[in-house]
């Protein structure tokens, strides 16, 4: 396929502030559709599992498979896609992915076996690890303008958290009215329209100094990433088994392995340069304190809905809707603010405070709150989308241009170990609580899960099954509530930290 081209453009450091047009807000809008498809695919398939399990009978490890192969892929080859972005041009590998995402995603509606699907939900990994930094690194170049590029940047965040949330509703409504494979088939629209349209609207850039591409990083980072988000993964549902330390330390070992070479390759991966740059390495930080925050406190509220008030999965994904209506007004709220000359590190530190706030209303949760958990959780995401936005704005001006790539690349592999990491560590907490709280003579499968609590009672009979139930509800709200104590003072103590470490910071081209 031939793709028209246009001039290559490659950003020097600090440009000169240029205003963007129509052009680029409708770029912009394109830009947001294979954005919210891959975002959506994390939990897309939350609802079509029993079909999918009724249809290919996929074996339990096989089940894992399909749902956790796709966000590990992507995982692991963020920085690779990132740095090749910047070689090959960023609009390239953008519309090379979209091709990868649009035909895997046909090839997983119509799979007839367990191991099809498996595999096209790894190219699926694949295309999406192609596209989330090759959009944050055209947002970078198409928007030059400071205020501008905060409000697309607001927007590219906003539109990655509501994707998330989105993923489970539409797969439950489509897979009522139609057959499981439909929830892949709606990602072909947009991956044609970024086809047809990408090519006249995005610029090309890519950075003409790179040098060649650092072959032997692809598997030292993947290796230094995927082990140690498996191991964080796993620990929050399984415990913390050896298998699991040591996955942990294995990608550790190969992640000091990976800065290692980094810092000695011709051309690395992820150029050492980025770091010197001032707001750099606190955006990175902060961001996957972020993703800690919002992640770690999903873990639970999603459970509650479900199993401690007794939602079924559609109700329960369609009352996590209302905590995203304020969310919408959050990024460009905190982009007004620091336009109109509040300090950006204040604004940073007031958002993980308001996080902090919505953790405490969650502490303050009983068995039966449902209006206090959504009040906390829009609280709480709010918070985290105002620092979202500024310090990846923050993160993304103060790096070179001409390293857009791998520095977004960077900013979202943070991201995902965040979200991980927030899951290990408050799901631990949480899960330690709930299993102290269950009486000793119960079986183990009560000890080990509220949903294993559940189904226990459900086969005693009368009042023995009921106070079971009603034991396992209380113990998992006292352990949500007891994670959610840890997480406010760890994000208070953010906040501090954020005001310190950002002050007097301002974007490279402010």
């Known amino acids: 396929m031939t793709i028209p081209t246009s001039p290559v453009?490659?950003?020097?450091?600090?440009?000169?502030?240029?205003?963007?047009?129509?052009?680029?807000?409708?770029?912009?809008?394109?830009?947001?559709?294979p954005?919210?498809?891959?975002?959506?695919?994390?939990?897309?398939?939350?609802?079509?599992?029993?079909?999918?399990?009724?249809?290919?009978?996929?074996s339990g490890t096989q089940q894992l498979w399909i749902f956790d192969i796709y966000g590990f892929v992507l995982a692991g080859l963020l920085m690779t896609m990132g740095s090749l972005g910047d070689r090959v041009g960023r609009r390239r590998l953008l519309l090379c992915g979209a091709a990868a995402f649009g035909a895997a995603s046909l090839v997983a509606a119509y799979a007839d076996s367990t191991e099809t699907l498996i595999a096209a939900r790894a190219v699926l990994g694949?295309?999406?690890?192609?596209?989330?930094?090759?959009?944050?690194?055209?947002?970078?170049?198409?928007?030059?303008?400071p205020a501008q590029r905060a409000k697309a940047i607001g927007l590219w965040s906003g539109v990655m958290t509501a994707g998330i949330a989105l993923g489970s509703v539409l797969s439950?409504?489509?897979?009522?009215?139609?057959w499981w494979g439909s929830v892949f088939l709606v990602n072909l629209p947009a991956m044609a329209l970024l086809l047809l349209l990408g090519p006249f609207l995005l610029p090309e850039s890519k950075n003409p100094e790179a040098g060649r591409f650092d072959w032997l990083s692809v598997p030292l980072s993947m290796a230094a990433v995927l082990p140690v988000v498996y191991g964080l993964k796993e620990i929050p549902s399984q415990g913390w088994h050896v298998q699991y330390g040591a996955s942990i330390a294995v990608g550790l070992v190969f992640a000091f392995l990976f800065v290692r070479r980094?810092?000695?390759?011709?051309?690395?991966?992820?150029?050492?340069?980025?770091?010197?740059?001032?707001?750099?390495?606190p955006g990175v930080l902060l961001n996957l304190v972020s993703s800690f925050g919002i992640m770690g406190s999903a873990y639970f509220t999603t459970q509650y809905l479900q199993a401690v008030l007794g939602k079924s999965a559609m109700e329960a994904a369609l009352w996590a809707l209302l905590p995203s209506v304020p969310i919408g007004a959050a990024a460009p709220l905190a982009a007004a603010l620091v336009q109109r000359g509040v300090e950006r590190a204040h604004v940073v530190a007031a958002g993980f405070a308001i996080s902090a706030a919505?953790?405490?209303?969650?502490s303050l949760t009983g068995a039966d709150s449902l209006w206090l958990v959504l009040a906390a959780c829009g609280v709480l995401a709010s918070g985290i989308?105002?620092?979202?936005?500024?310090?990846?704005?923050?993160?993304?001006?103060?790096?070179?241009?001409?390293?857009?790539?791998?520095?977004?690349?960077?900013?979202?592999?943070?991201?995902e170990f965040g979200g991980a990491l927030g899951m290990a560590v408050l799901g631990s907490i949480g899960?330690?609580?709930?299993?102290?709280?269950?009486?000793?003579?119960?079986?183990?499968?009560?000890?080990?899960?509220?949903?294993?609590?559940?189904?226990?009672?459900g086969q005693w009979p009368g009042r023995a099954g009921q106070a079971l139930a009603a034991t396992a509800r209380e113990a998992f709200t006292h352990g949500m509530q007891a994670a959610a104590g840890v997480g406010a003072a760890l994000l208070a103590v953010t906040a501090v930290a954020a005001a310190v470490a950002l002050r007097g910071s301002r974007t490279a081209d402010a």
């Open 9 to 33: 453009t490659t950003t020097p450091p600090r440009p000169e502030a240029t205003r963007a047009g129509r052009r680029e807000w409708t770029a912009l809008g394109v830009l947001m559709l």
């Open 35 to 58: 954005l919210l498809l891959v975002s959506m695919d994390v939990s897309v398939l939350y609802f079509a599992v029993p079909a999918i399990s009724a249809d290919l009978e996929p």
């Open 126 to 145: 694949i295309g999406g690890a192609t596209l989330m930094p090759s959009t944050m690194a055209l947002v970078r170049t198409m928007f030059t303008d």
């Open 172 to 178: 439950g409504v489509l897979v009522q009215f139609f």
């Open 262 to 281: 980094q810092r000695t390759a011709a051309s690395p991966m992820i150029s050492p340069a980025l770091f010197r740059a001032r707001g750099y390495a």
């Open 358 to 362: 919505g953790y405490g209303l969650l």
């Open 385 to 415: 989308v105002m620092v979202m936005s500024l310090v990846t704005d923050l993160a993304l001006s103060t790096a070179p241009a001409e390293r857009a790539g791998s520095a977004s690349s960077l900013l979202e592999t943070g991201a």
């Open 431 to 457: 899960t330690g609580v709930y299993r102290h709280g269950i009486p000793d003579s119960a079986p183990a499968a009560a000890h080990e899960t509220l949903g294993g609590a559940l189904a226990v009672a």
